[in-house]
Protein backbone atom coordinates (compact mmCIF):
# COMPACT_ATOMS: atom_id res chain seq x y z
CA UNK A 1 0.00 0.00 0.00
CA UNK A 2 0.83 3.80 -0.45
CA UNK A 3 -0.12 5.94 2.86
CA UNK A 4 -1.50 8.86 1.21
CA UNK A 5 0.79 10.93 2.87
CA UNK A 6 2.23 14.27 1.54
CA UNK A 7 5.60 16.34 2.41
CA UNK A 8 3.39 19.27 3.27
CA UNK A 9 -0.35 19.24 3.31
CA UNK A 10 -2.50 17.01 1.88
CA UNK A 11 -4.08 18.99 -1.67
CA UNK A 12 -7.52 19.76 -2.29
CA UNK A 13 -9.42 17.19 -3.38
CA UNK A 14 -7.25 14.07 -2.45
CA UNK A 15 -8.24 11.38 -0.68
CA UNK A 16 -6.93 10.12 2.70
CA UNK A 17 -6.95 6.41 2.56
CA UNK A 18 -3.97 4.37 1.51
CA UNK A 19 -3.92 2.95 -2.54
CA UNK A 20 -2.73 -0.61 -3.21
CA UNK A 21 0.12 0.56 -6.00
CA UNK A 22 3.30 1.24 -5.32
CA UNK A 23 5.28 4.66 -6.10
CA UNK A 24 9.01 3.79 -6.83
CA UNK A 25 11.45 6.99 -7.82
CA UNK A 26 14.72 6.96 -9.08
CA UNK A 27 17.08 9.72 -8.90
CA UNK A 28 20.53 10.54 -10.62
CA UNK A 29 21.82 13.25 -12.70
CA UNK A 30 21.14 12.92 -16.83
CA UNK A 31 23.59 10.12 -18.24
CA UNK A 32 24.03 7.56 -14.86
CA UNK A 33 22.18 5.50 -16.70
CA UNK A 34 18.90 6.29 -15.03
CA UNK A 35 16.36 5.95 -18.14
CA UNK A 36 18.03 2.39 -19.27
CA UNK A 37 17.27 1.18 -15.39
CA UNK A 38 13.68 2.69 -15.31
CA UNK A 39 13.61 0.51 -19.07
CA UNK A 40 15.19 -2.50 -17.58
CA UNK A 41 12.99 -2.46 -14.34
CA UNK A 42 10.12 -1.65 -16.09
CA UNK A 43 10.31 -5.01 -18.24
CA UNK A 44 11.58 -7.10 -14.85
CA UNK A 45 8.86 -6.14 -13.24
CA UNK A 46 6.14 -7.02 -15.91
CA UNK A 47 7.49 -10.32 -16.50
CA UNK A 48 7.28 -10.74 -12.82
CA UNK A 49 3.59 -10.04 -13.34
CA UNK A 50 3.14 -6.87 -11.86
CA UNK A 51 1.18 -3.67 -13.72
CA UNK A 52 3.83 -0.96 -14.35
CA UNK A 53 3.71 2.76 -15.36
CA UNK A 54 6.56 4.75 -16.08
CA UNK A 55 6.16 8.50 -15.66
CA UNK A 56 8.68 11.46 -15.92
CA UNK A 57 9.50 14.88 -15.95
CA UNK A 58 7.63 17.54 -18.65
CA UNK A 59 5.87 14.54 -19.27
CA UNK A 60 2.21 16.38 -18.34
CA UNK A 61 -0.42 17.31 -20.75
CA UNK A 62 -0.85 20.17 -19.15
CA UNK A 63 2.53 21.94 -18.74
CA UNK A 64 5.03 19.15 -20.84
CA UNK A 65 4.83 21.38 -23.99
CA UNK A 66 4.98 24.50 -22.33
CA UNK A 67 8.25 23.91 -20.61
CA UNK A 68 9.99 22.26 -23.66
CA UNK A 69 9.25 25.85 -25.07
CA UNK A 70 10.64 27.99 -22.20
CA UNK A 71 13.55 25.62 -22.35
CA UNK A 72 14.78 26.03 -26.38
CA UNK A 73 14.32 29.60 -25.87
CA UNK A 74 16.36 29.84 -22.17
CA UNK A 75 13.85 32.66 -21.24
CA UNK A 76 12.55 31.67 -18.07
CA UNK A 77 14.03 33.04 -14.52
CA UNK A 78 14.31 30.14 -12.44
CA UNK A 79 11.78 31.16 -10.23
CA UNK A 80 9.04 30.66 -13.41
CA UNK A 81 10.71 27.61 -14.59
CA UNK A 82 10.34 26.06 -10.94
CA UNK A 83 7.09 26.53 -10.89
CA UNK A 84 6.37 25.31 -14.37
CA UNK A 85 8.14 22.28 -13.30
CA UNK A 86 5.63 22.24 -9.97
CA UNK A 87 3.00 22.63 -12.38
CA UNK A 88 4.20 19.68 -14.57
CA UNK A 89 4.69 17.69 -11.33
CA UNK A 90 1.47 18.28 -10.45
CA UNK A 91 -0.25 17.09 -12.95
CA UNK A 92 1.53 14.11 -13.25
CA UNK A 93 0.27 13.54 -10.12
CA UNK A 94 -2.87 13.74 -9.98
CA UNK A 95 -3.39 12.42 -13.07
CA UNK A 96 -1.26 9.93 -13.96
CA UNK A 97 0.31 8.65 -10.61
CA UNK A 98 -2.61 8.75 -8.01
CA UNK A 99 -4.44 6.40 -11.02
CA UNK A 100 -1.77 4.38 -11.68
CA UNK A 101 -1.75 3.62 -7.46
CA UNK A 102 -5.01 3.50 -7.45
CA UNK A 103 -5.34 1.17 -9.79
CA UNK A 104 -2.96 -1.54 -8.32
CA UNK A 105 0.02 -0.46 -10.60
CA UNK A 106 3.62 0.04 -9.27
CA UNK A 107 4.85 3.27 -10.87
CA UNK A 108 8.35 4.39 -11.83
CA UNK A 109 8.69 7.60 -11.40
CA UNK A 110 12.28 9.21 -13.41
CA UNK A 111 12.89 11.86 -10.76
CA UNK A 112 10.67 13.47 -8.82
CA UNK A 113 11.01 16.72 -6.82
CA UNK A 114 14.40 15.97 -5.79
CA UNK A 115 16.71 16.05 -8.87
CA UNK A 116 14.50 19.66 -9.07
CA UNK A 117 15.36 20.71 -5.51
CA UNK A 118 19.02 19.92 -6.77
CA UNK A 119 18.83 22.24 -9.64
CA UNK A 120 17.59 24.92 -8.21
CA UNK A 121 19.84 24.65 -5.11
CA UNK A 122 23.33 24.79 -7.19
CA UNK A 123 21.02 28.19 -9.11
CA UNK A 124 20.35 30.04 -5.82
CA UNK A 125 17.13 29.20 -5.39
CA UNK A 126 15.84 29.20 -1.93
CA UNK A 127 15.49 25.61 -0.75
CA UNK A 128 13.27 26.17 2.01
CA UNK A 129 11.04 28.11 -0.86
CA UNK A 130 10.78 25.34 -2.74
CA UNK A 131 10.53 22.66 -0.54
CA UNK A 132 7.47 24.40 0.66
CA UNK A 133 6.32 24.80 -2.54
CA UNK A 134 6.28 20.52 -3.22
CA UNK A 135 4.73 20.28 0.06
CA UNK A 136 1.94 18.72 -2.40
CA UNK A 137 4.19 16.07 -3.46
CA UNK A 138 3.27 12.42 -2.45
CA UNK A 139 5.98 10.92 -0.39
CA UNK A 140 7.18 7.79 -2.78
CA UNK A 141 7.26 4.82 -0.86
CA UNK A 142 11.35 4.48 -1.90
CA UNK A 143 13.34 6.89 -3.86
CA UNK A 144 16.68 5.18 -5.02
CA UNK A 145 19.43 7.35 -6.14
CA UNK A 146 21.94 6.46 -8.68
CA UNK A 147 25.24 7.70 -7.05
CA UNK A 148 27.82 8.48 -9.38
CA UNK A 149 31.41 10.79 -9.25
CA UNK A 150 32.13 13.59 -11.77
CA UNK A 151 35.09 10.97 -13.24
CA UNK A 152 32.78 8.06 -14.53
CA UNK A 153 30.29 10.65 -15.81
CA UNK A 154 32.46 12.13 -18.21
CA UNK A 155 33.50 9.46 -20.28
CA UNK A 156 29.07 8.47 -20.35
CA UNK A 157 28.32 12.18 -21.69
CA UNK A 158 30.79 11.82 -24.32
CA UNK A 159 29.63 8.08 -25.67
CA UNK A 160 25.69 9.50 -25.23
CA UNK A 161 24.45 12.76 -26.09
CA UNK A 162 27.43 15.13 -25.54
CA UNK A 163 27.62 18.26 -23.22
CA UNK A 164 23.96 19.60 -23.12
CA UNK A 165 23.52 23.21 -22.47
CA UNK A 166 21.50 22.63 -19.10
CA UNK A 167 23.79 20.11 -17.96
CA UNK A 168 26.66 22.26 -17.92
CA UNK A 169 24.82 24.87 -16.14
CA UNK A 170 25.52 27.18 -18.90
CA UNK A 171 22.48 28.85 -18.07
CA UNK A 172 24.31 30.56 -15.01
CA UNK A 173 28.46 29.72 -15.27
CA UNK A 174 30.61 32.12 -17.15
CA UNK A 175 33.01 31.83 -19.67
CA UNK A 176 32.38 29.37 -23.06
CA UNK A 177 34.29 26.05 -21.89
CA UNK A 178 31.56 23.66 -21.95
CA UNK A 179 33.44 21.05 -20.43
CA UNK A 180 35.13 23.11 -17.27
CA UNK A 181 31.52 23.98 -16.99
CA UNK A 182 30.08 20.53 -17.08
CA UNK A 183 32.57 19.56 -14.43
CA UNK A 184 31.82 22.41 -12.42
CA UNK A 185 28.18 22.32 -12.76
CA UNK A 186 28.10 18.60 -11.81
CA UNK A 187 30.00 18.75 -8.79
CA UNK A 188 27.53 21.27 -7.24
CA UNK A 189 24.53 19.09 -8.63
CA UNK A 190 25.99 15.69 -6.84
CA UNK A 191 26.99 17.49 -4.21
CA UNK A 192 23.14 18.73 -3.78
CA UNK A 193 22.07 15.03 -4.69
CA UNK A 194 24.28 13.80 -1.50
CA UNK A 195 22.55 16.44 0.62
CA UNK A 196 18.97 14.94 -0.12
CA UNK A 197 20.16 11.84 0.22
CA UNK A 198 20.76 11.92 3.71
CA UNK A 199 17.73 14.75 4.19
CA UNK A 200 15.12 12.40 2.70
CA UNK A 201 16.68 8.79 3.33
CA UNK A 202 17.12 7.84 0.05
CA UNK A 203 18.03 4.14 -0.97
CA UNK A 204 21.81 4.70 -2.41
CA UNK A 205 22.92 2.43 -5.03
CA UNK A 206 26.89 3.08 -6.45
CA UNK A 207 26.69 3.91 -9.97
CA UNK A 208 30.16 3.44 -11.24
CA UNK A 209 30.13 -0.31 -11.43
CA UNK A 210 28.53 -2.52 -13.99
CA UNK A 211 25.07 -2.24 -15.68
CA UNK A 212 24.64 -5.63 -14.60
CA UNK A 213 25.89 -4.95 -10.76
CA UNK A 214 23.64 -1.71 -10.73
CA UNK A 215 20.64 -3.50 -11.65
CA UNK A 216 20.99 -6.39 -9.61
CA UNK A 217 21.18 -3.67 -6.48
CA UNK A 218 18.22 -1.75 -8.19
CA UNK A 219 16.34 -5.13 -8.34
CA UNK A 220 16.83 -5.44 -4.57
CA UNK A 221 15.82 -2.14 -3.27
CA UNK A 222 12.54 -2.67 -5.73
CA UNK A 223 11.96 -6.28 -4.83
CA UNK A 224 11.49 -5.22 -1.15
CA UNK A 225 9.03 -2.55 -2.14
CA UNK A 226 7.10 -4.81 -4.28
CA UNK A 227 7.08 -7.41 -2.09
CA UNK A 228 3.56 -8.60 -0.80
CA UNK A 229 1.80 -7.13 -3.72
CA UNK A 230 -0.76 -9.65 -4.69
CA UNK A 231 -0.26 -10.55 -8.04
CA UNK A 232 -3.53 -11.10 -9.20
CA UNK A 233 -4.34 -10.68 -13.05
CA UNK A 234 -4.49 -6.57 -12.26
CA UNK A 235 -6.38 -6.05 -15.59
CA UNK A 236 -9.27 -8.05 -13.92
CA UNK A 237 -9.45 -6.24 -10.71
CA UNK A 238 -9.47 -2.74 -13.03
CA UNK A 239 -11.70 -4.34 -15.25
CA UNK A 240 -14.15 -4.57 -11.81
CA UNK A 241 -13.94 -1.42 -10.62
CA UNK A 242 -14.53 1.17 -13.74
CA UNK A 243 -14.57 4.47 -12.09
CA UNK A 244 -11.01 3.64 -10.01
CA UNK A 245 -9.45 2.95 -12.71
CA UNK A 246 -10.41 2.70 -16.35
CA UNK A 247 -12.70 5.59 -15.69
CA UNK A 248 -9.68 7.58 -14.92
CA UNK A 249 -7.65 7.05 -17.36
CA UNK A 250 -10.51 7.03 -20.34
CA UNK A 251 -11.74 10.59 -19.58
CA UNK A 252 -7.42 11.80 -20.05
CA UNK A 253 -7.64 10.02 -24.10
CA UNK A 254 -6.29 6.08 -22.82
CA UNK A 255 -8.44 3.47 -23.40
CA UNK A 256 -8.72 -0.46 -22.66
CA UNK A 257 -7.85 -2.43 -25.67
CA UNK A 258 -9.26 -5.00 -27.72
CA UNK A 259 -11.62 -5.31 -24.26
CA UNK A 260 -9.14 -8.54 -23.65
CA UNK A 261 -8.07 -9.45 -20.34
CA UNK A 262 -4.10 -9.05 -21.09
CA UNK A 263 -4.55 -6.08 -23.17
CA UNK A 264 -1.99 -3.38 -22.49
CA UNK A 265 -3.67 -0.13 -21.37
CA UNK A 266 -1.78 2.31 -23.52
CA UNK A 267 -1.61 6.09 -23.32
CA UNK A 268 -2.38 7.12 -26.91
CA UNK A 269 -0.31 10.43 -27.62
CA UNK A 270 -2.77 13.17 -27.78
CA UNK A 271 -2.19 15.90 -30.14
CA UNK A 272 1.14 14.16 -30.67
CA UNK A 273 2.26 14.77 -27.46
CA UNK A 274 3.91 12.33 -25.48
CA UNK A 275 1.74 10.80 -22.45
CA UNK A 276 2.66 7.93 -20.40
CA UNK A 277 2.44 4.67 -21.67
CA UNK A 278 1.82 2.13 -18.98
CA UNK A 279 1.37 -1.63 -20.02
CA UNK A 280 0.75 -5.09 -18.67
CA UNK A 281 2.53 -8.85 -19.87
CA UNK A 282 5.22 -6.84 -21.41
CA UNK A 283 3.51 -4.96 -24.29
CA UNK A 284 5.35 -1.91 -23.32
CA UNK A 285 5.69 0.80 -25.73
CA UNK A 286 8.17 3.62 -24.99
CA UNK A 287 8.20 6.57 -26.93
CA UNK B 1 6.02 39.08 0.32
CA UNK B 2 9.78 40.89 -0.17
CA UNK B 3 10.05 44.80 1.28
CA UNK B 4 12.17 45.86 -0.96
CA UNK B 5 13.87 49.65 -1.29
CA UNK B 6 13.42 50.26 -4.86
CA UNK B 7 13.75 53.81 -6.82
CA UNK B 8 10.30 52.79 -8.59
CA UNK B 9 6.72 52.30 -6.95
CA UNK B 10 4.42 49.51 -7.36
CA UNK B 11 0.38 50.41 -7.29
CA UNK B 12 -2.26 47.32 -7.78
CA UNK B 13 -5.72 47.16 -7.26
CA UNK B 14 -8.00 44.27 -6.32
CA UNK B 15 -11.70 43.45 -6.11
CA UNK B 16 -14.24 40.78 -7.51
CA UNK B 17 -15.07 40.65 -10.87
CA UNK B 18 -17.59 44.00 -11.88
CA UNK B 19 -16.04 46.05 -8.71
CA UNK B 20 -14.79 48.47 -11.48
CA UNK B 21 -11.57 48.45 -10.62
CA UNK B 22 -9.93 47.89 -14.05
CA UNK B 23 -12.00 51.06 -15.06
CA UNK B 24 -10.54 52.93 -11.72
CA UNK B 25 -6.40 52.01 -12.77
CA UNK B 26 -7.29 52.88 -15.93
CA UNK B 27 -8.05 56.22 -15.11
CA UNK B 28 -5.33 56.21 -12.80
CA UNK B 29 -3.10 55.21 -15.73
CA UNK B 30 -3.87 58.19 -17.98
CA UNK B 31 -3.58 60.76 -15.34
CA UNK B 32 -0.23 59.37 -14.31
CA UNK B 33 0.98 59.66 -18.00
CA UNK B 34 -0.53 62.79 -18.80
CA UNK B 35 1.41 63.95 -15.35
CA UNK B 36 4.75 62.36 -17.19
CA UNK B 37 5.32 59.92 -15.16
CA UNK B 38 6.62 56.47 -16.59
CA UNK B 39 4.16 54.07 -16.36
CA UNK B 40 4.04 49.88 -16.43
CA UNK B 41 0.88 48.58 -16.52
CA UNK B 42 0.69 44.83 -16.16
CA UNK B 43 -2.15 42.38 -15.96
CA UNK B 44 -2.72 39.05 -14.04
CA UNK B 45 -2.34 36.22 -16.07
CA UNK B 46 -0.54 37.76 -18.93
CA UNK B 47 2.83 36.33 -19.56
CA UNK B 48 3.17 35.27 -22.73
CA UNK B 49 4.86 32.17 -22.51
CA UNK B 50 3.16 30.39 -19.45
CA UNK B 51 -0.24 31.83 -20.92
CA UNK B 52 -0.33 28.94 -23.55
CA UNK B 53 -0.36 26.85 -20.93
CA UNK B 54 -2.78 28.34 -18.93
CA UNK B 55 -4.87 28.91 -21.91
CA UNK B 56 -3.91 24.93 -23.01
CA UNK B 57 -5.55 23.70 -19.46
CA UNK B 58 -8.28 26.28 -19.60
CA UNK B 59 -9.70 24.78 -22.91
CA UNK B 60 -9.27 21.26 -21.81
CA UNK B 61 -10.20 21.41 -18.77
CA UNK B 62 -6.95 20.11 -17.34
CA UNK B 63 -6.99 22.38 -14.15
CA UNK B 64 -7.26 21.56 -11.34
CA UNK B 65 -7.53 23.46 -7.97
CA UNK B 66 -3.43 23.06 -7.40
CA UNK B 67 -2.25 22.66 -10.86
CA UNK B 68 -4.52 26.01 -11.11
CA UNK B 69 -2.76 27.74 -8.31
CA UNK B 70 0.80 26.80 -9.14
CA UNK B 71 0.13 27.57 -13.30
CA UNK B 72 -0.92 31.04 -12.19
CA UNK B 73 2.00 31.20 -9.70
CA UNK B 74 4.10 30.43 -12.66
CA UNK B 75 2.41 33.62 -14.83
CA UNK B 76 2.73 35.64 -11.60
CA UNK B 77 6.55 34.67 -11.16
CA UNK B 78 7.35 35.84 -15.37
CA UNK B 79 5.92 39.04 -14.84
CA UNK B 80 7.78 39.97 -11.52
CA UNK B 81 10.91 39.24 -12.79
CA UNK B 82 10.58 40.07 -16.66
CA UNK B 83 8.37 43.11 -16.14
CA UNK B 84 7.69 44.71 -12.59
CA UNK B 85 11.14 44.03 -11.11
CA UNK B 86 12.97 46.01 -14.06
CA UNK B 87 10.44 48.39 -14.06
CA UNK B 88 10.48 49.06 -10.28
CA UNK B 89 14.62 49.18 -10.16
CA UNK B 90 13.70 51.85 -13.66
CA UNK B 91 12.39 54.35 -11.20
CA UNK B 92 9.12 53.86 -12.70
CA UNK B 93 5.29 53.57 -11.69
CA UNK B 94 4.22 49.80 -11.82
CA UNK B 95 0.27 49.38 -12.34
CA UNK B 96 -1.21 46.15 -11.58
CA UNK B 97 -4.36 44.80 -12.16
CA UNK B 98 -4.83 42.26 -9.51
CA UNK B 99 -2.03 40.92 -7.68
CA UNK B 100 -1.33 38.22 -5.15
CA UNK B 101 -4.72 38.41 -3.57
CA UNK B 102 -6.32 37.46 -6.16
CA UNK B 103 -4.30 34.38 -5.87
CA UNK B 104 -5.10 33.96 -2.10
CA UNK B 105 -9.09 34.67 -2.59
CA UNK B 106 -9.53 32.18 -5.42
CA UNK B 107 -7.48 29.53 -4.74
CA UNK B 108 -8.59 29.30 -1.12
CA UNK B 109 -12.04 29.23 -1.75
CA UNK B 110 -11.09 26.71 -4.17
CA UNK B 111 -9.51 24.60 -1.12
CA UNK B 112 -6.11 25.48 -1.27
CA UNK B 113 -4.25 25.85 2.10
CA UNK B 114 -3.95 29.56 2.75
CA UNK B 115 -0.47 28.71 4.43
CA UNK B 116 0.93 27.54 1.75
CA UNK B 117 -0.39 30.22 -0.52
CA UNK B 118 1.41 32.84 1.59
CA UNK B 119 4.85 30.86 1.10
CA UNK B 120 3.93 30.03 -2.83
CA UNK B 121 4.12 33.52 -3.44
CA UNK B 122 6.64 34.93 -1.22
CA UNK B 123 8.92 35.87 -4.04
CA UNK B 124 6.16 38.80 -4.27
CA UNK B 125 7.38 42.35 -3.94
CA UNK B 126 5.50 44.30 -1.64
CA UNK B 127 2.86 46.54 -2.94
CA UNK B 128 3.50 50.55 -2.23
CA UNK B 129 0.00 50.64 -1.83
CA UNK B 130 -3.02 48.21 -2.37
CA UNK B 131 -6.48 49.08 -3.47
CA UNK B 132 -9.65 46.94 -2.74
CA UNK B 133 -12.55 47.84 -4.55
CA UNK B 134 -15.51 47.14 -2.47
CA UNK B 135 -18.93 46.58 -3.92
CA UNK B 136 -22.15 44.51 -2.83
CA UNK B 137 -22.54 41.41 -4.66
CA UNK B 138 -25.32 41.67 -6.40
CA UNK B 139 -24.58 45.24 -7.56
CA UNK B 140 -21.58 43.71 -8.87
CA UNK B 141 -23.65 40.89 -10.70
CA UNK B 142 -25.74 43.17 -12.12
CA UNK B 143 -22.80 45.17 -13.45
CA UNK B 144 -21.04 42.20 -15.07
CA UNK B 145 -24.56 41.13 -16.55
CA UNK B 146 -24.69 44.10 -18.77
CA UNK B 147 -21.15 43.87 -19.98
CA UNK B 148 -20.40 40.26 -20.61
CA UNK B 149 -22.35 37.93 -23.19
CA UNK B 150 -20.98 34.50 -21.94
CA UNK B 151 -19.13 33.23 -18.59
CA UNK B 152 -16.36 30.89 -19.00
CA UNK B 153 -16.02 27.69 -17.51
CA UNK B 154 -13.29 28.02 -14.38
CA UNK B 155 -14.43 32.00 -14.77
CA UNK B 156 -17.66 30.75 -13.55
CA UNK B 157 -16.07 28.66 -10.83
CA UNK B 158 -17.94 25.68 -12.70
CA UNK B 159 -14.55 23.12 -11.41
CA UNK B 160 -15.77 24.07 -7.98
CA UNK B 161 -19.23 22.46 -8.34
CA UNK B 162 -21.40 25.08 -6.67
CA UNK B 163 -23.97 25.01 -9.19
CA UNK B 164 -24.40 23.54 -12.71
CA UNK B 165 -26.14 26.63 -14.01
CA UNK B 166 -22.91 28.98 -15.00
CA UNK B 167 -24.82 32.05 -13.80
CA UNK B 168 -26.22 30.52 -10.37
CA UNK B 169 -22.15 29.30 -9.79
CA UNK B 170 -20.60 32.72 -11.00
CA UNK B 171 -22.67 34.39 -8.16
CA UNK B 172 -21.69 31.61 -5.52
CA UNK B 173 -18.29 31.72 -6.46
CA UNK B 174 -18.03 35.53 -6.04
CA UNK B 175 -19.97 35.74 -3.19
CA UNK B 176 -17.15 33.34 -1.47
CA UNK B 177 -14.00 35.20 -3.10
CA UNK B 178 -15.81 38.57 -1.65
CA UNK B 179 -16.01 36.94 1.79
CA UNK B 180 -12.17 35.81 1.45
CA UNK B 181 -11.17 39.49 0.46
CA UNK B 182 -12.37 40.89 3.92
CA UNK B 183 -10.26 38.72 5.42
CA UNK B 184 -7.68 39.93 3.36
CA UNK B 185 -8.06 43.62 3.81
CA UNK B 186 -7.41 42.55 7.41
CA UNK B 187 -4.37 40.52 6.99
CA UNK B 188 -2.45 43.11 4.56
CA UNK B 189 -4.22 46.34 4.88
CA UNK B 190 -5.68 46.66 1.69
CA UNK B 191 -7.00 50.51 1.48
CA UNK B 192 -10.45 49.62 1.26
CA UNK B 193 -12.41 51.89 -1.62
CA UNK B 194 -16.21 52.22 -1.63
CA UNK B 195 -16.96 50.84 -5.28
CA UNK B 196 -20.68 52.05 -5.07
CA UNK B 197 -19.26 55.37 -5.18
CA UNK B 198 -19.59 57.34 -8.79
CA UNK B 199 -16.27 57.12 -11.21
CA UNK B 200 -15.26 60.37 -10.44
CA UNK B 201 -15.10 60.79 -7.21
CA UNK B 202 -13.65 57.23 -6.39
CA UNK B 203 -10.58 58.35 -9.12
CA UNK B 204 -10.36 61.87 -7.08
CA UNK B 205 -9.88 59.48 -3.74
CA UNK B 206 -7.38 57.23 -5.55
CA UNK B 207 -5.51 60.07 -6.64
CA UNK B 208 -5.66 61.78 -3.26
CA UNK B 209 -3.91 58.37 -1.90
CA UNK B 210 -1.44 58.58 -4.57
CA UNK B 211 0.00 61.93 -5.08
CA UNK B 212 2.38 61.64 -1.79
CA UNK B 213 4.39 58.70 -3.00
CA UNK B 214 4.95 60.25 -6.20
CA UNK B 215 7.20 63.02 -4.62
CA UNK B 216 10.35 61.11 -5.70
CA UNK B 217 9.42 59.85 -8.75
CA UNK B 218 11.57 60.77 -12.15
CA UNK B 219 9.56 62.27 -14.75
CA UNK B 220 10.00 61.36 -18.39
CA UNK B 221 11.45 64.24 -20.33
CA UNK B 222 8.47 65.29 -22.91
CA UNK B 223 8.38 67.13 -25.68
CA UNK B 224 11.99 66.94 -27.02
CA UNK B 225 11.96 65.51 -30.18
CA UNK B 226 8.62 67.71 -30.48
CA UNK B 227 11.00 70.96 -29.76
CA UNK B 228 13.29 69.24 -32.51
CA UNK B 229 10.77 68.78 -35.32
CA UNK B 230 9.66 72.54 -34.79
CA UNK B 231 12.54 73.93 -34.66
CA UNK B 232 13.60 72.20 -37.76
CA UNK B 233 10.43 72.38 -39.98
CA UNK B 234 9.55 69.02 -39.95
CA UNK B 235 6.95 66.90 -39.45
CA UNK B 236 7.76 63.50 -38.55
CA UNK B 237 6.34 61.69 -41.56
CA UNK B 238 8.46 58.58 -40.45
CA UNK B 239 8.59 58.53 -36.67
CA UNK B 240 7.03 55.97 -34.57
CA UNK B 241 3.61 58.05 -33.13
CA UNK B 242 4.99 56.75 -29.65
CA UNK B 243 8.37 58.55 -30.07
CA UNK B 244 6.52 61.42 -32.06
CA UNK B 245 4.71 61.97 -28.18
CA UNK B 246 7.66 60.41 -25.34
CA UNK B 247 10.45 60.74 -26.18
Redesign the interface.
Known sequence: MTEMNFFGHRPPGIETDALPGRLIVIEATDAAGRSTHVGLLKEWLEDEGYAVMDTGLRRSDLAGPGIQQAKEGHILDPITLNLFYATDLWDRIERRILPGLRAGMVVIADRYMFSLLARAAVRGVSQRWLEDVYGFALIPDRVIYLDIDVEHLVPRVLATQGFDYWESGQDFLRGHDMFQNFVTYQRLLLAEFRRLADRYGFAVVDARGSAGDIFRALKEEVGQVVRGMPLDDPVTEVALEPDLAIGAFASDGLGVENGDAIAGVHGDAVDGQASERSALGGSSQRR | MRDLELPGKLFIVEGIDGSGKSTQLDLLHKWLVSQGYLVVATEWNS?S??K??TR??KK?R??????FS??H??DF??R???QILPALRGGAIVLADRYVYTAFARDAV????R??LR??Y??AVQPSLAFYFDVPLAEAITRIRGGRSQLKYYEAGLDLGLASDPEVSFARFQGLIRQEYEQLVEEFGLIRMDATQTLIRQQRLMREIVRPHLNDIVKVSTGEVREALSSADLLGRYLEPASRVTL
Not at chain 2, 62 to 67: C, V
Not at chain 2, 110 to 113: A, Q, Y
Open positions: AIVQTRGRLLTPMSLISAASIYQRGVDEWELSF
